[in-house]
């Protein structure tokens, strides 16, 4: 129950920090550029952001390199076409023959 209260209590002291510096720069007693003034009610959301697309671009990337990397398994070992296999057991019948008459003879 503490981690759930404290996220709270984080957040609760983000916008009262975020009240605090707008009321600050409304009288003139800071001169920051609006961004850093609303820094605080943002802030959260951009980090989350960023984080969000870190890990999109790293689950990307991860992708990427399992397909190359299956792509280059599959050029080790091509894959052969019907026709392919057809002359094999063609070639193989064939060796078997000449086998056959060679023993005949």
């Given at each position: 129950m ?8 984080t957040?609760f ?5 975020g009240?605090?510096f707008?009321?600050l ?17 943002w802030?959260?959301?951009a980090?989350?952001?960023?984080m ?6 790293v ?9 190359n990397s ?12 019907k026709?392919?296999?057809?002359m094999?057991?063609v070639r193989?019948?064939q ?8 023993k005949?003879?």
């Open positions: 503490s981690n759930s209260s404290s996220s709270g209590n957040g002291l983000l916008g009262l920090l009240i605090a707008v009321v720069k409304l009288c003139g007693v800071i001169s920051w550029s609006w961004w850093w003034v609303t820094a605080p009610f802030g959260g959301l980090i989350v952001l960023a969000l697309i870190i890990a999109g671009l689950l990307l990337a991860g992708r990427v390199v399992k397909e299956q792509k280059n398994e599959r050029t080790k070992y091509p894959i052969k076409s026709w392919e296999e057809r094999d057991q193989e019948r060796k078997k023959v000449r086998e056959q008459n060679a005949a003879n």
